[in-house]
Each structure stands twice: as structure tokens, then as C-alpha cells.
């Protein structure tokens, strides 16, 4: 019980540049406040006392102004700045080191019962006043932008902006799109915000080789200079056939 209050101070100097003292984040911060009579609402829920623990959860409001339902599921770490106008769901589930600011919904869209919140994986950040809706995965480290609603999932490591949400898609560096059309393929689609680690991987190494290419480039006219013979040989090339099928699943 203290690690866990221990970790959840951490985590508040972890990630509030205007956090200055223990004794602050102990009486200062209503999102503390709400978490920590989370805990104990959420226990008399799983111990079959639904309604003492909504009356819980209703003093943890009063004193927070956020609203966690006691049936919510909400890993460690969790860090609400600001607090007020939240709302969590019954049926959310919220993994480790996820933080939320000010005016978060995790809200449902149909009255049935069953899984209707959504679920946070570990490290999602969602800015103030968004609202993400449904019974749908934001996948770890995935990033909400302050006012967006949410209502599909999201991919892992993603960022999401507006109304509806979207996935943010960065512009290809042009550089980059040049190799890769030198070298006779082209990762259709890939952009920073796409998870797979292997096509982050290939970006790097065109990033790498583009730089070696220059240098080489320019190291090469210098020794055309002092032997034109030196011009003849030339580089071998990339066969575009090894990387056919890159893109294909299974
Ligand atoms: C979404 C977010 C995480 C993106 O951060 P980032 O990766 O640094 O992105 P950038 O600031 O480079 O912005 C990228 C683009 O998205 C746009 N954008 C950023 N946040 C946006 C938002 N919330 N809604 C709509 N568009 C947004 C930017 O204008 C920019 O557009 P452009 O490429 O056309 O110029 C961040 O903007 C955000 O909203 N964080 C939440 C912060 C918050 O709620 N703080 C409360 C503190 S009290």
C-alpha cells in the first residue's frame, strides 16, 4: 500500500514540471485525491458492495471533481493532473502509467450493458478535454491531443488529433522518399506514426545509407579529380526483387 503511494508521487514528479514538494502533491492534487479513493471504492465493488462503493466513489467526485466509476479497472501509476470534469467509465480499463489531464471523458455510446468503456494500454497520454468513446483498445503509448474525440481504436505508439480523431500522419522526408525509389521500392503507406518496429527499422538504415551516399558521392569527385579511372567503377546495385513481398502478411 505505501509503494503503491510512493510510485504514485513519483509519477506525479515524473511527469508535472510545477510540482515542487511531496507535502504539495499530497494535499494539492484532487487527481490523487480521486485515485487513492478509487482503490478503495473499486474493492467494495469486486466485493459485491456495488452501492457504499458508488457512494464512495460520489465523495471521491465531490472532492475531485472526477468521476471513476468503482467498477473501472485502473493500473498503477496513473496520474491525473488537474482533475475536474472527468469521467471513467464502468466498464474502462486502464493500464500502468497512463495520464490523463482535465476534462477526459472514457465514455460509452450504447445503454447495453457489458464492455462499452474503452481500454487504455500501458503509457497512453490523453490531453485535456477529450473524449474517447466505445469499447476500444488505444494501444500503448499511444497519444490523444487535447479536445479530440475518439470513438475507433488506436494503434500502438500513435497519435490521434480532431474531431473525429485521426491517426496524425507526418510528411515523408524527402530525402528518404528518394532513396527509397532509388533503390527500386517504396514502403507504401509507412509513416512515422506506424507501430512495426521492422518498417522503423528500414527507415532508419535509408537514413543511415542516404548519409554514407552523400559523403561518399562527394568523396568520390574529389578522387575522380585525381584519377578519372576511379569514375569507371561503378556501385553495384539493389535488386528491387529482394524486398518484393515486404508488405505482404503471414
Ligand atoms: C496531440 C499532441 C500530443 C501532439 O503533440 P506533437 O507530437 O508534439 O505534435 P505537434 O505539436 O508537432 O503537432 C503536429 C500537428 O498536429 C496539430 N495538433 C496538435 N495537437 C492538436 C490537437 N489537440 N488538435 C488538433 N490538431 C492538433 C498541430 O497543429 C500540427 O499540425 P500541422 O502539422 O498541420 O502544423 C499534443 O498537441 C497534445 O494535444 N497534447 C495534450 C496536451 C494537453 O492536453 N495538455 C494539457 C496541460 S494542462
Not at 467526485?61 to 498503477?76: K, M, Y
Not at 500502438?156 to 488529433?161: L, W
Not at 510528411?171 to 503507406?189: I, L, T
Not at 558521392?217 to 578519372?228: F, H, R, W
Request: glycine share 12%.
Amino acid at each position: 500500500m505505501l509503494n503503491r503511494l510512493k510510485e504514485d508521487i513519483a509519477a506525479v514528479f515524473d511527469r508535472d514540471p510545477a510540482v515542487k514538494s511531496t507535502l504539495e502533491v499530497l494535499t494539492c492534487y484532487p487527481g490523487m485525491r480521486a485515485i487513492w479513493i478509487h482503490r478503495v471504492s473499486h474493492r467494495l465493488y469486486v466485493a459485491n458492495w456495488p452501492v457504499v462503493a458508488r457512494m464512495l466513489s460520489g465523495v471521491g467526485r465531490f472532492l475531485s471533481g472526477v468521476e471513476i466509476h468503482p467498477g473501472a479497472t485502473i493500473g498503477r501509476r496513473f496520474f491525473i493532473d488537474h482533475g475536474m470534469g472527468i469521467v471513467i467509465g464502468e466498464t474502462a480499463i486502464i493500464g500502468d502509467d497512463v495520464t490523463i489531464y482535465h476534462g477526459v471523458t472514457l465514455g460509452g455510446t450504447t445503454w447495453n450493458k457489458g464492455k462499452r468503456h474503452p481500454t487504455l494500454e500501458d503509457g497512453v497520454v490523453i490531453g485535456a478535454g477529450a473524449k474517447v468513446l466505445g469499447p476500444f483498445t488505444v494501444g500503448q503509448g499511444a497519444r490523444i491531443g487535447s479536445n479530440s474525440v475518439v470513438t475507433k481504436a488506436v494503434p500502438p505508439g500513435a497519435t490521434v488529433t480532431g474531431i473525429p480523431g485521426r491517426v496524425l500522419v507526418r510528411e515523408v522526408d524527402d530525402a528518404r522518399e528518394a532513396m527509397q525509389s532509388k533503390h527500386g521500392f517504396d514502403m507504401y503507406g509507412v509513416t512515422e506514426e506506424m507501430p512495426d518496429p521492422v518498417a522503423r527499422s528500414i527507415r532508419a538504415l535509408l537514413d543511415q545509407t542516404h548519409a554514407m551516399e552523400s559523403k561518399m558521392d562527394a568523396m568520390g569527385q574529389q578522387l575522380c579529380k585525381l584519377d578519372p579511372s576511379f569514375c569507371d567503377d561503378k556501385l553495384p546495385q539493389l535488386d528491387s526483387d529482394a524486398f518484393s513481398g515486404m508488405g505482404d502478411k503471414g
